[in-house]
C-alpha cells in the first residue's frame, strides 16, 4: 500500500511545522558550496508545499530564515536572500493556482527592502486563497515574537492600565505573530539534529515533535506522509491520563 494510502484523512495535524535543516551539509558532502544546497532545498519546499496541500493540510509553517542567521557569512545572506526572491518569482502561477495563501512571521520590515516588497505583493495576491496557508518564517525567533508582544502590550495600552487579572494565554496570544492560527499539531526537524532553535517555543507548547536523518534537500512527501504516519500513531493527552482521551 502507497504511504499515502496509509494516512487516516480524518485524523490529519491541521498545522505542521517545519525546521528545515541540512541544506549546508547536504551540499558539503557533494563537494558544492553551501548555497547550492539551499537551492536544492527550494525543491523539497515546492513538493513538501504541494504533498501538504493535495492532502488538505491546513496550515504549514516553514522556518526558513532566522534572527540567529544574519550572523552567517556575508555571502551567504546575501545568497538566501535573492533565492527567496526567485522562488517568489518562479512560484507565484503556482501558488496562485493550487489556492494557496501566504503569509509570514517575524519581522519582515527588517528584511531588504526588494524581499519585503516582493513578500508583501505575494500576501496580497494570495490573500483571498482558501486553501493550504503557507507561513514563512523569515527574520524569526520566538524569542524575539514573546519579547516584541510585551512591547505591543505596553505600547497599545500606555493610556489605560491593564487590569492584571484579564491577563490570560488567549489574551497574550493576540499579540503573538500567529495570532489567527492554530498552534502546531506537529513539528518536523530534518537532518538529525534534536533541538528547537527558537522555533514557535510558545506554540509548541503540546506539539508532537518528529525527527528524521533525511538532510532537507532530499526531503519529498513521501518523507512528509511518514511524519504524519508515525504522528497518528501517538496519543495527544494535553495533560490528561488515557483513560480520559479514549472516553
Ligand atoms: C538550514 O540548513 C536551512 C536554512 C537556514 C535556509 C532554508 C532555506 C531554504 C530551504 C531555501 C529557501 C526557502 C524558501 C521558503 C524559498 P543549514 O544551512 O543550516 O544546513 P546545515 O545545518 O547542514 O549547515
Not at 515574537?145 to 495600552?157: R, S, Y
Not at 511518514?226 to 491520563?241: C, L, N, P, S, T
Request: hydrophobic share 35%.
Amino acid at each position: 500500500m502507497d504511504l499515502k494510502d496509509q494516512i487516516d484523512k480524518k485524523n490529519l495535524p491541521q498545522h505542521i511545522a517545519v525546521i528545515m535543516d541540512g541544506n549546508g551539509r547536504w551540499a558539503q558532502k557533494k563537494g558544492n558550496q553551501r548555497i547550492f544546497g539551499h537551492k536544492n532545498g527550494v525543491k523539497a519546499v515546492r513538493d513538501t508545499v504541494e504533498g501538504a496541500a493535495e492532502l488538505g493540510i491546513k496550515f504549514l509553517t516553514l522556518y526558513a530564515f532566522s534572527t540567529e542567521n544574519w550572523n552567517r557569512p556575508q555571502q551567504e545572506v546575501n545568497a538566501l536572500m535573492s533565492l527567496l526572491i526567485t522562488t517568489i518569482n518562479s512560484e507565484t502561477d503556482t501558488l496562485i493556482k493550487n489556492n494557496v495563501r501566504l503569509l509570514t512571521i517575524g519581522n519582515i520590515d527588517g528584511l531588504p527592502k526588494n524581499v519585503s516588497a516582493k513578500l508583501k505583493g505575494l500576501i496580497n495576491k494570495t490573500s483571498k486563497n482558501t486553501g493550504l496557508s503557507l507561513i514563512l518564517a523569515l527574520n524569526y525567533s520566538a524569542r524575539w515574537e514573546i519579547v516584541n508582544a510585551v512591547k505591543e502590550i505596553i505600547t497599545e495600552n500606555r493610556q489605560n492600565p491593564i487590569d492584571v487579572g484579564s491577563i490570560n494565554n488567549e489574551f497574550f496570544e493576540r499579540y503573538l505573530n500567529t495570532k489567527d492560527i492554530p498552534d502546531p499539531d506537529l513539528l518536523i526537524r530534518t537532518s538529525g539534529e534534536y533541538r528547537i532553535s527558537n522555533f514557535l517555543i510558545w506554540q509548541m507548547a503540546y506539539s508532537e515533535l518528529y525527527f528524521t536523518e533525511v538532510l532537507w534537500p532530499d526531503f519529498r512527501r513521501n518523507d512528509l506522509y511518514e511524519a504524519i504516519i508515525d504522528y497518528q500513531k501517538r496519543e495527544r493527552r494535553f495533560g490528561k491520563v488515557s483513560e480520559q482521551i479514549k472516553k
